[in-house]
């Protein structure tokens, strides 16, 4: 397709599992970025994967969140030990090129829920 | 550190109504200022952007002037249809090594016919 693919679009799991949820970017597209989204709030940065690496990871709330890129396209974002807290629509974006402050082009996300 | 605050929601307007959606940012530096918009089952998407200080971005009728003085991005459009009816999302990026966009809280728009 032609846009950033998330999947699931909806994940409900128990607390205490581990989920992972997946974004393919679109092609060609250096960056990639996570972000999560609370119920009422805007979106708020997680990681940043220039290429393969993760260039800054200041947003991740904990380690329990772990995200990977390991051939610079598609990312898988980790999370253990879910909490009833993680609930919220994840977000992943990508973009050509970082610093020229190019379009960020957005998922449709994936609802997690933790029950 | 970096913040943008919009004004609290929801609206609603009447179809053909003036819209001015508020934004006031804090960050050090020189910021680049964005809208996005998501629409009901959507995802997000870029309405504009200005990049530097008295740009004004406007994209489907909707306008926003960067005013450093002010620190603020209000966002505006003149006549309002049912179809621009979404969740409005002010956000900033600051580029160098920490650039990343934080955004506001979003404001629900709806537009009766």
């Known amino acids: 397709g032609a846009g950033v693919s998330q999947t699931p679009s909806n994940k409900v799991t128990e607390k205490g599992k581990y989920v992972e949820l997946r974004c393919d970017p679109i092609s060609g597209h250096t960056a990639l970025y996570w972000y999560r989204q609370s119920l009422g709030q805007g979106p708020e940065f997680l990681i940043y994967?220039?290429?393969?690496?993760?260039?800054?990871d200041s947003g991740l709330p904990n380690d329990r969140f772990f995200a990977v890129r390991p051939e610079g396209s598609v990312s898988t974002l980790k999370i253990q030990r879910t909490e009833r807290g993680d609930s919220a629509v994840y977000l992943c974006a990508s973009s050509l090129f970082r610093y020229r402050n190019t379009e960020a082009f957005f998922g449709q996300g994936t609802r997690l829920t933790v029950v | 550190g970096d913040s943008v605050t919009q004004m609290e929601g929801p609206v609603t307007l009447s179809e053909e109504a003036f819209l001015t959606i508020n934004c006031t940012y804090t960050?050090?530096?020189?910021?680049?200022l964005f809208w996005y918009v998501q629409y009901p089952g959507e995802g997000l998407q870029l309405l504009l952007k200005a990049t530097k200080a008295d740009d004004k971005g406007s994209n489907k009728g909707f306008e926003a002037t960067y005013r450093k003085e002010t620190t603020s991005f209000h966002l505006e459009k003149g006549s309002v249809q049912v179809s621009d009816s979404a969740v409005y999302f002010c956000?900033?990026?600051?580029?160098?090594?920490?650039?990343?966009?934080?955004f506001g809280k979003g404001i629900t728009l709806s537009v009766r016919p």
């Open positions: 956000a900033l990026m600051k580029a160098g090594a920490n650039s990343k966009l934080t």
């Open positions: 994967f220039q290429g393969t690496g993760a260039a800054d």
């Open positions: 960050a050090t530096g020189y910021p680049s």
